[in-house]
Structure formats: C-alpha cells, structure tokens
C-alpha cells in the first residue's frame, strides 16, 4: 500500500494524492497548481500515473485547487468515476466549465497575439519549454518565495477545453454525507462535512488487502467551528493515518466579532472618502460570507447603504447553489430562512455579468464597493480592478482570505509599492487592509483543536497543504499532541505499512 503526494505539499495549491495497492489506484482530489508562475507552470508536467489505469477519483470539494485538473486527467485518458458529495459536484460543475471557458479565450487571444508577433511568440514558447523543464527538477517552493509581484492572465494554450470538461463531469457521482461507498476492489470511502464550502467533506478512505485493514483520513480543508452558514466540521477520532491541512499552521485568525467590526469600519471609512473598498475574494464560500455579514451589518444600522458590485459571475451561480442546498446549513442560517430572512443577499446588489459592465465599474459614482474573484489576484476580473485602481488612494484594498506564497495578493499584503500587472509595472498609492476572521480555513488553534478528537494516534500524520514556514510553526506543536508527523514533498511516495 502506497501513497504518492502529487501536490498541495509545502504549498497551499494543487491538491493530489495517489492511493496504491495491488488491487487498486484511487486518485483523492486533482487540483490546479495556483500563484506564481513558478506553481502554475506544474500545471503543465504529466501526471505522475498513467490516468487510464486509475480506477476511481475521490474529490473533497470544489475549489479549483482541488478539482482544477480533473478535465486534464479525463482528456488523458481517464474515463472512471468522480465521487463527490451532491453540492460538490454541482459546484464543481460551475467551476470547471468556467475555468475551460476562460482558458479557451486566453488562448485565442494569445494565438491572435503570435499572429501579429510571431518572433515575440516564439521566444515566449521556447522560455516556456525550458520552465516547463525546469519544473520537473527544480524545487518549486523555493522558487515560488523567490518571485517577483507578478501577475499574468494569458494562456499560450489550454489545458482542457468546454468538451473535455463535459466528458470529465459526465463521470461525476454525488453521494450523501455519511454514506460508506465501495470506490474500488478493496476500497471503500466515506465523506463527512468539513465545514469549508458547501458540500466540502473529510474523506475516510477503508482499505482491506488480506486480513489487514487500514483507514487513511484525508482532511481537504478544514472549516472553523461556529461560523455562519455551514454547519461544524466533522469530529474525527481514529484513523491509522492522516494528512491533515496547515494553511494557518502558526497564526490565529481574529476572533469573529473583530472581523465584523474591522469590515464595518472599512465600509464607514469608504463612505466618508467617497471612495471604493476592493474585496478580492474567492467565488465559492467566501464571497457568500462576506455578503452574509455585510447584509447583517446593513442590517444593524451599523454600516451606510453603500451600493455593492458582485463583479463575479460565478459566485452568483454558486449562491444560487447554496440556495438550493439550505439543507447543508447550520441551524442559525436554516432560521433566518424560516423568517424569510435570506441570509446570502444584499439589498439592491448590483451583479455584473457583462465584461463591459465590470469595466465600466470604476467609472460608476462613489463612494461603492466591489466583490471580485479571484482571492489571491491570481486571475479573474479582480486583476483588471487592481490593476486600474491600485495607484488610487482613494481605494481600500481590503484582503478578506488567505494570500498563498509568491501571489500578487501576497506581495500586496506584505507591503509592495510597485507591481507588475500583464507587463505594465504600477506604482501601488491604493490603502492595504486586512481581516483574518472571515477565513473558511481552521487557524492553527483550531486545527489542534480538532487534532484533539483523535482517541486513537495514527501511525503517521502527514502535515500538507501549508507554505514552508506555516508547516514549520504547525508541526511541532502537532507533535507535542503525541502525532507522529512527515511533511512530504512535491512527488514523495511512503509505504503505507
């Protein structure tokens, strides 16, 4: 029994794993490599497995870094099924095709790019090779620290198209919370909420080779306790090993009433500035959160009405999809909707669904504020609104998520005066907030906390989906807990004994 870490290790992206015994080859998330260009390049390397022989695909949820390449593995070669739980895959659905989507206009945009630039192109293409190369040997976390602030939103061309992602969703499977379910000869899977997005699971994975039974626990990301919408993470207690997440690992998120304070101010600041608050956020999970409490604060008398831009096309479908899943809510939400209270609305957002509308928003009077995906400026409308606002004092840029290592967001974050946005380098004049307390992600505490539960040590626990120093903070208060811990590297196999 063996297990391969294929991404997400000692980087918060690209979520993979190869489960291996001589009966079976299950695959436990696909996820697209995110950030610098350094990470996004892995993108490009082959599989690591050959994508036909591989029997089963087990998806935590749908965040692009853990569902992003799933087309990918269909257009090469694979044709077995996709469990997810009924809201993931709905979501992943709304993920996937949005991604092809893009990806197939950034291509045709490059290729009428190298049709007025063809020695331009080619010596893009030929420095791309050799990144491409150099991807399979370098180490990629080091090499993601060591990036400039960038950002670029062309493609030279696709991974997958519209018609490989509809081949892959055509595999997909949704199944309920809870449920034991036979993925392979010999294995069998279990996904328990996670708490993270809606339909986002914990997956307990029950191997059987002989008399010998072994349960490995996948933790995908691990929501907090208490927070609004979602019901509480999934309480484990036993598994023989383990790969739990780190993406807070040394840092504890604001207690929730001070990150609902920290948003009114910046609401009230932008009000008395007429200016504009920035949100760049993640389509699925964070901008719902984000709607939720600026309704609530709305609500409250404490904020003005500030006219709001849901600037994210996707993140409207994917409320939508929340809608339709109230029954994933915790009890607080279900509450508010039995009073015909709906907990994922502001009064009179303003969605723009047409580019030219988006664009058209930093024209529009203000004061205003603007939800735009993606979270990290990494790709997505928010880019095109950083990069016209960015030298703007006016503007409040204000960071709502986790900004992984070597991300524009990240650089932003930490302080840059000057950026490079699509080969235009800007001055950065713009206000820099941030609030750590609308995490969807478990801070370090809360991450032990839930360690906690585990009545039965397993025999490893392996620390994942981390930057170097989050992981070097996290693992060794894990192992004061009495947890045997790893940190595997990018394409580590270990026995699973």
């Known amino acids: 029994m063996r297990l391969h870490f294929l991404g997400a290790t000692r980087t918060v992206t690209g979520s993979q794993y190869l489960l291996e015994t001589d009966r079976a080859r299950v695959v436990i998330d696909c996820g697209m490599f ?21 029997d089963a695909l087990l998806l935590t949820h749908a965040h692009l870094d853990h569902c992003g390449l799933i087309p990918h593995l269909a257009a090469s070669g694979f044709r077995k099924p996709i469990y997810a739980t009924r809201g993931t ?5 709304l993920v996937l095709l949005d991604s092809a989507k893009l990806q197939e206009e950034a291509a045709q945009s490059h290729q009428r790019f190298a049709t007025r630039n063809p020695d331009r192109a080619a010596a893009e293409d030929e420095a791309t090779t050799a990144e491409l190369a150099a991807a399979t040997t370098e180490d990629p976390a080091a090499a993601t620290r060591a990036a400039s602030p960038a950002a670029v939103t062309a493609l030279r061309a696709p991974l997958y198209t519209v018609v490989d992602t509809n081949t ?9 919370y809870e449920a034991e379910v036979p993925v392979a000869p010999g294995i069998t899977a279990t996904f328990m909420d996670a708490g993270h997005i809606l339909g986002s699971a914990i997956i307990r994975v029950r191997v059987t080779e002989g008399d010998q039974e072994r349960t490995i626990v996948f933790s995908g990301d691990l929501g907090r306790p208490a927070t609004p919408i979602l019901r509480d993470p999934t309480l484990v207690t036993t598994a023989d090993y383990l790969l739990i997440e780190s993406t807070y690992g040394g840092k504890i998120h604001e207690p929730e009433e001070e990150a609902i304070r920290l948003l009114g101010e910046a609401v009230r600041l932008t009000s008395d500035a007429k200016g504009v608050l920035l949100m760049p956020s993640f389509a ?7 709607v939720y409490q600026l309704n609530r604060l709305l609500g409250a008398g404490t904020t003005p009405h500030l006219p709001l831009y849901l ?9 939508a999809i929340y809608r339709a899943y109230s029954d994933y809510f915790d009890d607080d939400a279900r509450a508010l909707i039995a009073r015909h209270d709906a907990p994922i609305d502001y009064p009179d957002a303003i969605v723009t669904n047409d580019p030219k509308d988006s664009l058209a928003i930093e024209q529009a009077a203000r004061p205003l504020m603007v939800v735009a995906s993606n979270g990290m400026i990494t790709g997505g409308r928010i880019v095109q609104h950083v990069k016209a606002l960015v030298a703007d004092p006016a503007m409040t840029l204000l960071f709502v998520g986790y900004q992984g290592d070597g991300t524009l967001g990240a650089h932003l974050q930490q302080g840059a005066t000057q950026v490079r946005i699509d080969g235009q380098d800007l001055e950065v004049h713009c206000q820099v907030r941030s609030i750590s307390g609308f995490s969807a992600h478990a801070d370090e505490p809360e991450l032990l906390a839930w360690l906690g539960n585990f009545t039965k040590k397993p025999r490893t626990t392996f620390i994942v989906h981390g930057d170097p120093a989050a992981q070097a903070a996290f693992e060794p208060k894990v192992r ?15 026995e699973l004994t």
């Open 168 to 176: 892959a969703l055509a595999l997909f499977h949704g199944i309920d």
């Open 34 to 54: 995110q950030g610098s260009p350094h990470d996004v390049i892995r993108n490009r390397v082959p599989f690591a497995y050959q994508p036909g022989e591989i």
């Open 311 to 319: 600037d994210s096309p996707m993140a409207q479908k994917a409320t």
């Open 480 to 494: 004061a807990l009495g947890f045997a811990t790893a940190v595997p590297g990018w394409r580590e196999t270990t």
């Open 284 to 290: 699925i999970g964070r901008t719902q959160e984000i």
């Open 89 to 93: 895959v709905d979501l992943t659905r």
